[in-house]
């Protein structure tokens, strides 16, 4: 597994942003937003093109076409906040759903809805999951992805803590992950330090 931390600055300005305590819930959805194109475009960047032309105002030229079946799969709730960036980016995308739910006193992830498109064997997959905490409901996430015929498994992740890595890397090899930080660690609720809380929270205001 390949772990991509993606060091832009603009996009380091904007995780900063996130993690105020004092930022609004509306901007913390505009700022969800922008940081997950930065995201996007980094976790894309090597998906099939094919090239054919395209005729500007003055001559013919060759132009790249993104090729690949793409599909992203949020997990709900949090990760709904970066589907709208991701259909932005690669408006030809289909969408699956993931619900998953952490236990609040044991941090342990459920299962209680998914709907993915058919033959997610032929697709590249992205889920999309803003906080990559113990590594519980990635990994939950990825194992029903393929038990569902996914082969090729991205992560878009904004936050990530050393044991999520570790614990995904564990369970999925095979799965790249693309994220703006690694943090330190996970404090006794299993929230990430420093980490920006609870994002799906932030994100709804609940
Ligand atoms: C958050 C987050 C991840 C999960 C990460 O979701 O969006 O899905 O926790 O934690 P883990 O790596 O320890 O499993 P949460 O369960 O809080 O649900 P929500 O998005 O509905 O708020
Ligand atoms: N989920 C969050 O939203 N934040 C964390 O720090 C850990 C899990």
Do not use: N, W
Request: negative net charge; aromatic residues 6%; charged residues 25%.
């Amino acid at each position: 597994m390949a772990l991509h931390v993606v060091d832009h600055p603009v996009l380091q300005d904007i995780l900063a942003r996130l993690r105020d305590r004092t930022t609004s819930c509306e901007e913390f959805r505009i700022l969800a937003h922008r940081i997950s194109l930065l995201l996007v475009a980094e976790a894309t960047r090597d998906i099939p093109t094919v090239v054919g032309t395209v005729e500007t105002p003055l001559e013919t030229t060759a132009a790249q076409r993104v090729a690949a079946r793409v599909v992203a799969v949020p997990v709900l709730r949090a990760g709904l906040g970066m589907l709208e960036a991701f259909l932005d980016l690669v408006p030809s995308a289909e969408v699956g759903y993931f619900g998953l739910e952490r236990d609040e006193t044991t941090a342990v992830a459920r299962r209680y809805y998914e709907k993915v498109p058919a033959d997610l064997g032929s697709a590249v997959v992205f889920l999309l999951d803003p906080m990559l905490a113990t590594g519980g409901s990635a990994a939950m996430a990825v194992e029903g992805l393929e038990g569902m015929g996914a082969r090729r498994v991205r992560l878009v992740s904004i936050v990530a803590a050393p044991e999520g890595v570790d614990r995904l890397q564990l369970a999925a090899p095979g799965v790249e992950i693309y994220t703006a930080a690694v943090d330190r660690q996970l404090d006794a609720r299993k929230y990430i330090l420093p980490g920006l809380g609870d994002f799906g929270d932030r994100l709804y205001g609940t």
